[in-house]
């Protein structure tokens, strides 16, 4: 299987809405023209049959000799009207591709600037979240270090080395700070899930 039997459909056919709005600027310039020639040939052909009437009505032309000029100048306007009619119909379907085409456009550029955020957001958050594991290692580290002190200071005591007073204020001292850290470790957890979450998305 080759690596592009796998892609969708829409991966296949994709094309750059900035090149469709390119191949459609191309095709309007030349159509718009072509249209605003139409549009002064019908009217040099509308200015024309009103002389031909003008003559008419003055006796330079016979009755004959205007159905016949008439008749000529009346069929060439319907070709040319078809053809306006058909080069507006294409106008049209060009501005709804290139609406289309901008509107892709505004949306591509509105999910580019949302992955940008979101990469942002996870290169801080990667950030954040290794200095908040250094401080949640270290709150450890001090744990370890208030529990070493609590069992020195319970040899002392089976010693004799400490009065009872010292060794209950030692404790209580230690026991405060062990819930210090309690409270400092739940929310350096709770914050390293949150910016996981960010990391992960």
Do not use: C
Request: charged share 40%; glycine share 2%.
């Amino acid at each position: 299987m080759s690596h592009r039997e796998g892609a969708s459909s829409e991966d296949t056919f994709f094309v750059d809405p900035k090149e469709v709005l390119s191949q459609y600027s191309v095709e309007w310039v030349s159509l718009k023209k072509s249209y605003d020639e139409l549009k002064t040939q019908l009217s040099d052909i509308q200015k024309e049959l009103n002389n031909l009437d003008k003559k008419l009505a003055s006796g330079s032309l016979t009755e004959s000799e205007h159905i016949v000029l008439y008749r000529e100048k009346w069929a060439v306007s319907t070709q040319m009207i078809q053809v306006k009619r058909e080069v507006e119909a294409r106008l049209f379907e060009i501005q709804r591709e290139i609406r289309a085409a901008n509107n892709q456009l505004k949306q591509m550029e509105i999910e580019k600037q949302r992955r940008q955020r979101m990469e942002e957001e996870r290169s801080h958050a990667m950030i954040e979240w290794m200095s908040l594991k250094q401080g949640f290692d270290l709150t450890e580290a001090r744990r370890a270090e208030i529990n070493a002190e609590s069992d020195k200071m319970e040899r002392e005591r089976r010693d004799g080395k400490i009065s009872e007073v010292d060794y209950r204020k030692g404790r209580i001292e230690q026991i405060r700070q062990l819930a210090e850290l309690r409270t400092v470790e739940s929310d350096i957890k709770r914050r390293l899930a949150e910016l996981l979450e960010i990391i992960r998305s």
